[in-house]
């Protein structure tokens, strides 16, 4: 499985972006997909993750209200609408899915990342 990031840019606060994922590999659908992100000196953190079907969804305290997750498993792309952006989003965004049938919160368990997506959010 191949996963490529895109969409990210810069923003002002307030505005939205919608980053998408696209990936190769007929398993897929059979995986939770996430995006995590990383800013500059600080770790990778988790951000969204979606299940398998899609009827699942988990965020971080910090995008709650503000970010949503979905998926097309037929077209094999997960995207993150981001609105109400703020400059503590600003990061390099990636997607990441497979290794794990759960959502997890822990970056260790995927398998497949995308190359990242750089968010830069102005004040």
């Known amino acids: 499985v191949q996963l490529q990031a895109s969409g990210g840019g810069l923003v002002q606060a307030g505005g939205s972006l919608r980053l998408s994922c696209a990936a190769s590999?007929?398993?897929?659908?059979?995986?939770?997909m996430t995006w995590f992100r990383q800013a500059p000196g600080k770790e990778r953190v988790f951000v969204a993750g979606i299940s398998w079907a899609g009827s699942s969804t988990a965020y971080a305290d910090s995008v709650k209200g503000r970010f949503t997750i979905s998926r097309d498993n037929v077209k094999n792309m997960v995207y993150l609408q981001m609105n109400s952006l703020k400059p503590e989003d600003t990061a390099v965004y990636y997607c990441?899915?497979?290794?794990?049938?759960?959502?997890?919160?822990?970056?260790?368990?995927?398998?497949?990342w995308g190359q990242g997506t750089q968010v830069t959010v102005s004040s």
């Open positions: 990441a899915g497979g290794g794990t049938l759960s959502i997890s919160e822990e970056s260790n368990w995927y398998a497949y």
């Open positions: 590999g007929r398993i897929f659908s059979s995986y939770p």
